[in-house]
């Protein structure tokens, strides 16, 4: 008999928190609050932590600048806005779950981010079922090829820096022949598959195609196969640390061709970690890296200025691409919220009927067909000289 | 009493157990619903299915590595594979039914963990493991490579949500109920196992290989076996992540994965039923509490409202407290505080037993 | 089983690799010359790494996780004691190895101490744990962005044959190569070290030689600490030192020291250059893309051939 | 097919590890319902025979015969399954298993049930286990532990650790059972129950084969001795003649005395 009771002890005890937790919801249940009405909430799905968390990171420091800024002032129509910032770790899941809960819990009006590829489009299945309008700061070319309607990007995409690049190797190289040495990951293979199906086009063979691992400390071998072609440049998609690792095994193996990098290298710390090797080379980049070639006086540059200013106060080291992207997705959606207000429909209109708006990264324009505001137009070629940026006419 | 003896190794209190956390689990969306999202910060629902999808996965590794002993740190590829077969199918496919693609998923990683297991299973201890991983490996490069079928790096979008004879579970609420429904088959399907011939044989064999050989288990064949079911959990549960992301990439079945896999069935408890289920929520929900406390609490310093410098942190210093005081998992711990262990549950069952022959 | 057609294995094993290496060397000429400098110094990196998996190995039959971000540690910290502290490269190094010695020893004491009777499974998670832990500081301290240790004796490759080398390899080399000799003397000649190996094997011999788990535990963690840091510090000039630099560390050295044979540190040298050429080499020859897959087939494929890996005793682990 | 009675035949069996030769083609027969004991210094070969006998080792050379059939190369599993058993020098119970499950994993090879018909709890697998437990149950009562049935076997006092071994190999309902030196750590009592079960078993008809220091016993019980030193036979025949043999007593009983 006493062990009867001891087996119904656990189920009983069970039943006892089931019983009390649905009795407490109920209690809670009545006194529902809703905040949302005096603060305009936008959601950020961000990748702090993990491998794209040097994008993550300066993408989260401008919005929280542009956060207290708009706050400090009128706000938007008067009402505060706040960004609610979720770390995705990199993951694909991540992402996913973060975005789900921004939207169902805290109920915000749109969505920013993520910063890579792969977890922004784990996100847009979400953004489209809940009709929210979502501004990515990611690259690559899938998030918005097909449009997907409430889908928007703010940086110049990898088919726009490819084009750039691949107008540098005809026009100031006259080169016929390119090896591509590439990062296994999302980011380098989506690079470099295009590159590759470009390249034709332009009257340019591709000689080898080769790839790294992200982690990979020594890319000798691969260099030493594309020694071997006839190319007369090679093209390097990848982020930090990989192609500084490249430039430096180039140099050790004296191969003399030129260098040219993506828009993965458009950062002071690959000069840092390729040192003498980064000389000569060659990369698209935004013209915000170098606020001179953007004429003096246009609203563009002001706003440059100001950004670059007000981040180097605010977190003491040079505002990157990244965080020029982050700052104008937040500007987007913001300015689009002004018209809109928190809508969801009216958002997506906004954001997409959104013409001539100045940026950090260029000068936006969307359309029904077209969800990347940018142009190539608005990259410019940078190669390093002693160490420094010069935009290459 | 024969109806006694009829059930050996049972008094059905596994069973009233499973019964009530059911009717608890199923209960969950009814009462989350009244809590407004801006005072928990947490989406309770949708948690709740990414965990029940990982339960799929570790529930069955438990029964690999908590009964039978044999470690594998590769079952994200197990994972994989479920969620790309499903996947494949179902978008190249057009109108291929997803239930049968979530079959086909978990058949396929069977079949694949038959065709690795029967070679490595052979290895003990850590070589087990790096061979495991090692495959684990090989299995996320090939899905980053075969960019024919896996799509590459950029994986497969647009994966159409279950549905299952024309009812589509397109919601997380919809799905909520499939898929813990699913993870509660699979615990009654290990609790009868455990509770049998199989069982007694995978745990002697898991207490020491030679002695349980010498008694007549055929431990090789039973390693493969236990291995194979592991992985056609695991690729069940892939299999329902495809469906439920709609997008799948090769970064969701990194080593990481199976790092949290196994980490997820220590926490728990290993060769304890209830470990693995309670390993996957407790490891769920923690980041997402991580994450969340800062909005809980008002007002806190501006170093700590940036949760992306402390979550890994905490979440690194409570795993090794987690072990540090409840070394034999937190099932166990639960089982000590209640009073009620599996063990204990057996000899109760086994002492009746006897009495009850002593009447004979 | 017979140790005799054990050995035949060895010495098949080593012909094999040797054949892949004169074989490529034929072929390819400097280039293949290229390819094998650059896989011993990317294998000793792995070495140096695996060597501390095997000394803890060996005296608690514990795999740290944790091991890899040792090096990363010692990256770092080189970074920030010589790179901006601007101290000479011997103190740096000398204070860089210290901090993390201690560091090791102090996580021992606080976290792997108190569970000295628990299964080996339930440590192994808490070496997870503490990896988790010790890489999220480091993010929090360095930040995301990696960061440039100067080379100790300049950039200027050294080249011969056709093929170069920068000399920061040579540094590498020379400290597996001290690194080894250290392990190795003082597992098989102090009697500390003979304790330790002992009290593995059975803790009731060990108490008979007079070394305690409790000791031999916590001298194995500083020296792997130790171990890891060194090579940390020297090969950061090589690979930049980042947060999150230890888990490929962790990933590559786990598996030299299984291929080599765990708890040998001559193994963990043997399973780290091996695995090391081989992969330089299959990047050579094979589409780049596949020649991580392609090093673990051959690891895998050696555990099966040889279970107890290159220069191991047979495992009796019970996870 | 050869003579009924011969149950166990051992011809020439040579096991050498690496160098040297733990045994030196050993031959003799184990006849049914005979209790056999094998003796000798330790290292004298004794348990490498068990385990080359259970399948556990592969002899150099040699073979070895159960019921007629050739049992070298089977594993242990199948050997169990042919009828021969046994049992560990060194108590080998199952870690937190009951008494009872203990014994119940004895009955593995005479039941079938698969992944399929227990994890769904088929009929075929619920009858199967009533029946396993209500044997094992009574093949407790038989060794005197059915009291403890629902006690952890590692928890038991030594002796009965012990005797759940030896009711977990009975379970398996063997025609030879080999034990593994069965009264090591036993006292005076538990010693004398022991020879007492044997005889019963021997009663039944079970055949054994038993290795044990306790001369006593083995004297008491044993129809036939077979005496190994250094890996070969130095002696074979009935108790008394063995006790008198020269050499036997040189290598061995001298040694004890």
Not at chain 1, 331 to 353: C, D, E, H, N, Y
Not at chain 3, 199 to 205: E, L, M, R, S
Not at chain 3, 255 to 269: D, K, M, Q, R, T
Request: aromatic content about 8%.
């Amino acid at each position: 008999m006493a062990q009867k009771i001891l087996g119904w002890k656990l189920p009983i005890a069970l039943f006892c928190v089931l019983v009390a937790a649905t009795l407490g919801s109920m209690g809670c249940g009545t006194q529902k609050v809703d905040t949302s009405k005096s603060i305009y909430k936008i959601g950020a799905v961000l990748s702090l932590s993990g491998p794209a968390a040097p994008l993550g990171q300066p993408e989260q420091n401008s919005l929280k600048m542009l956060e207290s800024q708009l706050n400090a002032g009128a706000g938007v129509n008067g009402h505060k806005v706040q960004f609610i910032i979720e770390d995705d770790q990199s993951d694909p899941a991540k992402a996913t779950a973060a975005i789900t809960k921004l939207i169902n819990q805290e109920g915000v009006a749109a969505i920013i981010g993520s910063s890579s590829t792969g977890a922004t489009l784990a996100m847009v299945p979400v953004a489209e079922s809940t009709l929210t309008t979502q501004v990515c700061c990611a690259a690559g070319t899938a998030v918005t090829k097909p449009v997907k309607k409430y889908v928007f990007r703010t940086p110049p995409t990898d088919s726009m820096a490819i084009d750039k690049v691949l107008g540098y190797l005809t026009g100031t190289l006259k080169a016929t022949k390119i090896a591509i040495l590439h990062d296994a990951n999302a980011y380098g293979v989506g690079g470099a598959t295009e590159l590759a199906a470009k390249a034709p086009t332009k009257g340019i063979t591709v000689v080898a195609n080769e790839s790294y691992g992200t982690t990979d400390t020594d890319m000798t071998p691969q260099l030493t196969k594309i020694q071997a072609t006839p190319a007369q440049a090679l093209v390097v998609w990848g982020t930090n640390p990989g192609p500084a690792t490249i430039a430096k095994n180039m140099q050790q193996l004296a191969m003399k061709i030129p260098f040219i990098g993506s828009n993965g290298i458009a950062n002071k710390t690959f000069i840092t970690l390729a040192g003498s090797a980064a000389n000569g080379v060659t990369f698209p980049g935004g013209n915000m890296l170098i606020p001179s070639s953007i004429p003096a006086g246009t609203p563009w540059r002001n706003a440059v200025d100001k950004f670059t200013a007000d981040y180097k106060a605010a977190y003491g080291k040079d505002a990157d691409t990244f965080a020029a992207h982050g700052w104008d997705a937040g500007t987007i959606l913001t300015t689009a919220m002004k018209t809109a207000g928190t809508s969801k429909a009216q958002i997506q209109t906004a954001v997409q009927a959104t013409k001539g708006l100045v940026g950090i990264d260029g000068t936006y324009n969307y359309s029904a067909t077209n969800h990347d505001g940018l142009t190539a137009a608005d990259l410019i070629m940078i190669k390093i000289v002693n160490g420094a940026w010069t935009q290459i006419k | 009493m024969d109806k006694q003896l009829a059930r050996p190794l049972d008094d059905g209190r596994d069973y009233r157990t499973l019964g009530i956390v059911t009717a608890f689990i199923l209960l969950i969306p009814v009462w989350a619903r009244f809590i407004p999202g801006d005072v928990l910060h947490i989406d309770i629902v949708n948690v709740m299915v990414l965990a029940g999808i990982y339960a799929c996965v570790v529930v069955g590794l438990n029964l690999l590595v908590g009964y039978a002993g044999q470690i594998s740190l590769g079952h994200a590829a197990f994972f994989g594979i479920g969620a790309y077969t499903t996947a494949i199918l179902c978008t190249r496919i057009h109108g291929f039914p997803t239930w049968l693609g979530v079959m086909a998923g978990a058949a396929l990683s069977g079949a694949i963990g038959w065709l690795v297991g029967k070679p490595v299973l052979r290895l003990k201890g850590h070589y087990l493991a790096m061979a495991t991983l090692g495959l684990g490996e090989i299995a996320f490069i090939l899905f980053q490579q075969l960019k024919g079928l896996t799509g590459g790096t950029v994986g497969i979008l647009d994966i159409p949500p279950l549905s299952i004879f024309g009812l589509k579970f397109d919601t997380d609420l919809k799905l909520y109920f499939v898929v813990w429904i699913i993870v509660m088959a699979l615990m009654l399907l290990s609790i009868n196992l455990m509770r049998s011939r199989v069982g007694r044989g995978l745990r002697a064999l898991h207490s020491s290989e030679v002695a349980a050989d010498a008694m007549g288990v055929n431990t090789s064949t039973y390693k493969v076996q236990v291995f194979v079911l592991s992985a056609a959990f695991a690729g069940l549960g892939g299999a329902l992540f495809a469906h439920f992301q709609k997008y799948i990439n090769p970064e969701s079945f990194v080593l990481a994965v199976s790092i949290m896999f196994i980490t997820m069935v220590v926490v728990g408890g290993m060769g304890n039923i209830w470990g693995g289920l309670i390993g996957v929520l407790l490891l769920t929900f923690l980041p997402q509490v991580i994450q969340a406390m800062p909005q809980w609490i008002p007002g806190l310093p501006s170093a700590l409202q940036n949760f992306s410098n402390y979550e890994l942190v905490l979440y690194g210093l409570l795993l090794i407290l987690f072990m540090m005081f409840l070394p034999k998992g937190v099932a166990d711990g639960l089982g000590r505080a209640t009073d009620f262990t599996e063990v204990r549950a057996r000899r109760l069952g086994d002492r009746r037993r006897a009495k009850k022959l002593e009447g004979r | 089983m017979g140790d005799r057609n054990q050995v035949r294995l060895l010495w098949g094993a080593a012909a094999l690799v040797a054949g892949v290496v004169v074989f490529t060397l034929i072929y390819k000429g400097s280039t293949g010359l290229q390819w094998i400098l650059s896989g011993l110094t990317v294998g000793s990196i792995y070495a140096l790494v695996a060597m501390g998996f095997s000394v803890i190995y060996s005296s608690t039959h514990v795999i740290n996780f944790a091991q890899g971000e040792f090096t990363m540690l010692g990256g770092v910290m080189m970074f920030t004691l010589c790179t901006s502290g601007g101290l000479p490269l011997w103190l740096g190094f000398l204070l860089t190895v210290g901090i993390v010695t201690l560091l090791g020893a102090g996580l021992e004491r606080a976290a792997i101490h108190p569970l000295k009777d628990q299964s080996v499974i339930t440590v192994i998670i808490v070496t997870i744990g503490m990896a988790i832990f010790i890489r999220a500081l480091a993010k929090w301290i360095w930040g995301t962005d990696p960061v440039k240790v100067a080379s100790f004796t300049g950039d200027k490759p050294l080249r011969f044959f056709g093929a170069s080398i920068v000399p920061q390899s040579l540094w590498v080399f020379g400290l597996t190569l001290l690194a080894v000799v250290l392990v190795f003397a003082f597992f098989n000649r102090t009697l500390l070290g003979k304790g330790m190996r002992a009290a593995a094997d059975n803790p009731d011999a060990a108490s008979l030689v007079g070394v305690s788990a409790s000791t031999s535990s916590l001298v194995a963690w500083s020296i792997a600490a130790a171990v890891g840091a060194a090579a940390g510090a020297v090969i950061a000039p090589i690979n930049f030192a980042a947060y999150d630099a230890g888990a490929m560390l962790g990933l590559k050295g786990f598996s030299a020291a299984v291929l080599g044979g765990l708890g040998s540190a001559p193994g963990a040298v043997v399973g780290g250059l091996v695995l090391g050429v081989l992969e330089m080499i299959t990047a050579g020859f094979a589409p780049s893309g596949y020649k991580d897959a392609v090093a673990f087939l051959i690891l895998i494929l050696v555990l099966l051939i040889r279970p107890q890996g290159l220069l191991g005793k047979p495992a009796d682990v019970k996870v | 097919m050869m003579a009924a009675d011969t149950l166990l035949q051992i011809k020439q069996v040579t096991k050498q590890f690496g160098g040297l030769a733990a045994l030196k083609d050993v031959s003799f027969d184990v006849t049914s319902g005979e209790i056999k004991a094998m003796i000798g210094p330790n290292g004298a070969g004794k348990t490498t025979m068990f385990d080359v006998l259970t399948g556990i080792l592969q002899p150099t050379a040699g073979e070895v015969m159960l019921k007629g059939e050739s049992i070298i190369g089977l594993r242990p599993d199948q050997i169990t399954a042919m009828g021969m058993i046994r049992t560990f020098q060194t108590i080998q119970l199952f870690e937190d298993m009951t008494a009872l499950e203990n014994v119940m994993v004895g009955c593995h090879c005479r039941t079938a049930c698969g992944f399929t018909s227990s994890g769904l709890r088929l009929p075929a697998s619920r009858r199967e286990e009533k029946a396993i437990s209500e044997k094992s149950m009574d093949v407790l009562k038989d060794v005197g532990l059915h009291t403890r049935a629902g006690e952890i076997g590692t928890n038991l006092p030594y002796g009965q650790q012990r005797m759940l071994e030896l009711a977990r190999a009975l379970a398996s309902e063997p025609d030879i059972i080999l034990l593994d030196e069965p009264a090591a750590g036993l006292n005076q009592y538990e010693t004398g129950e022991l020879a007492g079960l044997l005889a019963r078993f021997r009663e039944r008809g079970l055949t054994i084969l038993i290795v044990e220091h306790d001369m006593g016993l083995v004297m008491q019980i044993s129809d036939e001795i077979v005496v190994l030193d250094y890996g070969e036979i130095i002696a074979k025949g009935a108790p008394q003649d063995v006790q008198n043999d020269p050499r036997v007593i040189e290598a061995y009983l001298g040694i004890e005395a």
